[in-house]
């Protein structure tokens, strides 16, 4: 079982290093989460790269119930995580002959030193949390199926996030209330996703318990302080390169970034 995972797991990182498409899912496709969570662990021993934050991603019906959770997490290496200066659009790549989507994401980053258990309510998270920023997760994966073969495999391969595009931060963010923030994304400036945080499960400080709860249980520490990407608001977009995608969070701000290929490494 640990040399399949670890077999899987060599196959993703090396398309990922080479920027190459992966026809077939590479070994026998993970039943459930703890053999996908064995497998994206193995890839990141892999990989060796250092995580700043991690992506989390709903889980739809009937998924949910099967696999026994509304979420799941994937990590988001430090050398993937862009600063977008003001009217700027950074490039981020993508794997063009696989997948390659963008989602507008409240990002939230939880406190160094913020360790021991998880979490329990609104109160317990918002402690944990230093700050806010409007941002854009970029999803890719060369393995084109990524997200239609189900969530198992979609968090076997780092779940699906290629990248992080860290826009203005949110000024009085503990008194707002970011479920009610209306985000609209659009693609060379036509609008393609409307919607709000509100319909994402128990929103943004929902996604930081899931994500600290699925940590402590893996046995990785959050001590050092990350970047939780809480969740799709719009949508999952799917872009190809040369295309500029802008996320705007009402009153808020905007944060934009250009697709580009990815090379390899």
């Not at 990248?163 to 393609?192: F, H, K, M, N, S």
Request: charged content about 25%; overall charge negative.
């Amino acid at each position: 079982m640990y040399e399949q995972a670890k077999a899987v797991a060599q196959a993703f990182v090396t398309a990922r290093r080479n920027a190459a498409r992966l026809d077939a899912y590479p070994g026998s496709p993970p039943r459930d989460l703890v053999e996908a969570y064995r497998i994206q662990d193995q890839a990141i021993l892999l990989d060796g790269r250092r995580i700043a934050g991690w992506k989390v991603g709903r889980i739809n019906p009937p998924d949910d119930t099967r696999l026994g959770s509304d979420r799941l997490a994937g990590p988001i290496f430090a050398d993937s995580v862009v600063f977008a200066r003001r009217g700027a659009a950074p490039e981020m790549p993508v794997f063009e002959p696989g997948f390659a989507a963008a989602e507008a994401e409240f990002l939230l980053h939880v406190a160094a030193g913020a360790g021991g258990s998880p979490p329990r309510d609104e109160a317990e998270t918002l402690r944990r949390v230093d700050e806010v920023r409007l941002g854009i997760e970029i999803a890719s994966s060369p393995y084109p199926r990524i997200n239609a073969d189900g969530a198992a495999v979609t968090a076997s391969d780092f779940g699906n996030n290629f990248g992080l595009v860290l826009g203005p931060r949110v000024g009085d963010w503990r008194d707002a209330d970011l479920c009610a923030i209306e985000v609209t994304t659009t693609l060379d400036g036509q609008v393609i996703g409307v919607g709000t945080a509100a319909a994402m499960l128990d929103g943004p400080l929902g996604a930081v318990r899931f994500l600290l709860a699925n940590l402590a249980e893996r046995g990785i520490d959050a001590a050092a302080g990350l970047w939780v990407s809480t969740g799709a608001i719009t949508g999952v977009h799917p872009v190809r390169p040369g295309q500029t995608v802008t996320a705007r969070f009402e009153t808020l701000g905007e944060v934009s970034c250009r697709i580009a290929a990815a090379a390899r490494r």
